[in-house]
């Protein structure tokens, strides 16, 4: 049986000399990124969580909206690459972005390579191979038609551009560009070299969701199906009376009355003596069935932690008890921060390739994690609780604290909010997103507070932070 532990697979940091260079492999095999990709691909479970990291990572696009409608290259725009960024962040916390340039030595098209079909050179350049990461191993730098690709930014001037084009061109009869490579060095062998996903060190959980899947498909297909036994004496299935019919055909007429959708629920046997009395045995699966469905919460739930994604984002029941609903809280704050990894990893990239722009316009407008939870949910999560969920990390979306020289209109405000509901809550945090956003005026604000949710004029004020020389129609 493989063995699927980091330790293993990533256990010797090997490199290869070929007509590609020289340069490292990615894990022990050279295939480890291809390995935990199709493990991730065969979990229902984890492809509901990457799932979820993509649509969470995209979140409602980046400040600068006008932006993701210009093209990124012939074929796609900036939104359609992001979005392929997005992907490919779900799965491996790393960006490989190739870059062509115009004849004027100016970056002109901008192509996302898939991240696992990539290994740095010692020198560092790069290689790109479709076959790169053979899954049998140990084969990856055999294979032809390569392309070594120089770092981003190795060419400083247009002229070094153009004669760095010139030799693609002879060499590939294209130009391949430059590849901005972009990942969190971390600490062990190969993690400084490539990007290794947290969530492969479960990579056995992993394997044992989908292989969960498989046995509940056996069990299906090819398990016991019948759910009583019924025991009788030998039935004669060769003499026949006067219908053409023997003892047994009679005896499976009769059984099938029971056995079809709409079966008689009572089921009479008469016998001649006790002797040949037929006898009924029950069949008692139910504690298999349990035991799986156990099996497949428990493990499902160990794939969302390894992800980072809150179970009940991906349809397990959570909050249902005292202590539950806190423990969803710290779920969605560790969501925040596994959020905040990947954006600044975009943030990154476009800093990168676009050093002019202010690097607010290219900040991700975050999704309302709340409309994504049932109402029930909710519900049972205290005002608190529901503001705990966004103070990690600081999202500028969420209203300051009041100031402390309001602390006697803050005392008025905690009483008030202690008799509304989570869902009340929520309707409130929007409004007061909406006023820093400057979406509202302080008036309009004021009026949605006090008429809505029964807020008095000075408990409103105070829960947006506004003087009282300040309440002014704008």
Not at 23 to 36: E, H, S
Not at 223 to 229: C, L, N, Q, R, T
Request: hydrophobic share 35%; with cysteine; proline share 6%.
């Amino acid at each position: 049986m493989p063995n699927f532990s980091l330790k293993a697979m990533l256990s010797s940091i090997r490199d290869t000399i070929s007509q590609d260079g020289r340069a490292w492999q990615w894990g022990t095999r050279d295939n480890f990124p291809n390995i935990i990709i199709d493990s991730a691909n065969d979990s229902g479970v984890a492809r509901e969580c990457i799932d979820k990291l993509e649509t969470f990572i995209a979140g409602e696009g980046i400040k600068d909206h006008d932006f993701f409608d210009t093209l990124a290259n012939p074929n796609q725009t900036w939104g359609e690459l992001d979005r392929s960024i997005n992907l490919s962040l779900a799965y491996i916390p790393g960006i490989a972005l190739r870059v062509l340039y115009n004849a004027g030595g100016v970056p002109a098209q901008f192509h996302l390579l898939p991240i696992q079909n990539v290994r740095r050179r010692h020198d560092g350049q790069f290689i790109y191979g479709i076959d790169l990461g053979d899954p049998a191993g140990f084969n990856s730098f055999a294979g032809r038609h390569r392309e070594i690709i120089p770092a981003f930014g190795s060419n400083k001037t247009p002229s070094d551009i153009r004669l760095m084009i010139a030799k693609q061109m002879a060499r590939y009869d294209r130009q391949v560009g430059e590849l901005l490579y972009i990942f969190t060095p971390g600490v062990g062998l190969n993690y400084e070299y490539y990007p290794v996903p947290k969530w492969a060190s479960g990579l056995n959980d992993i394997n044992a969701d989908a292989a969960l899947s498989l046995h509940e498909e056996s069990q299906v297909s090819n398990s016991f199906k019948a759910g009583v036994i019924i025991q009788t004496r030998p039935l004669d299935k060769v003499l026949k009376d006067d219908n053409g019919f023997t003892e047994y055909d009679y005896f499976e007429s009769e059984s099938k009355k029971f056995c079809s959708p709409d079966g008689s629920p009572i089921l009479h046997l008469e016998t001649l003596n006790g002797e040949s009395a037929a006898s009924v045995t029950p069949l008692n699966i139910q504690h298999q069935m349990d035991a799986t469905e156990k099996a497949t919460d428990r493990i499902g739930r160990k794939v969302c932690r390894l992800f980072g994604v809150p179970p009940i984002l991906c349809g397990f029941a959570t909050a249902g008890k005292l202590g539950e609903s806190q423990e969803l809280v710290n779920h969605m704050k560790l969501f925040s921060l596994t959020l905040k990894k990947k954006w600044e990893l975009k943030a990154r990239m476009y800093k990168t390739i676009f050093p002019e722009v202010p690097a607010e316009n290219f900040e991700t407008v975050p999704l309302d994690m709340f409309s994504f939870l049932p109402d029930k949910v909710v519900d049972k999560l205290t005002p608190f609780q529901l503001n705990d969920i966004f103070q990690l990390p600081k999202d500028p979306s969420i209203a300051e604290p009041i100031p402390a020289a309001q602390a006697v209109e803050q005392g008025a405000v905690n009483e008030h909010l202690k008799t509304l509901t989570g869902k009340q809550q929520q309707q409130i945090d929007r409004v007061v997103r909406k006023h820093d956003r400057g979406q509202l005026t302080e008036v309009q604000s004021v009026m949605q507070l006090t008429s809505g949710f029964g807020f008095t004029e000075e408990e409103a004020k105070a829960y947006l932070a506004i003087e009282d020389d300040e309440l002014i129609e704008e």
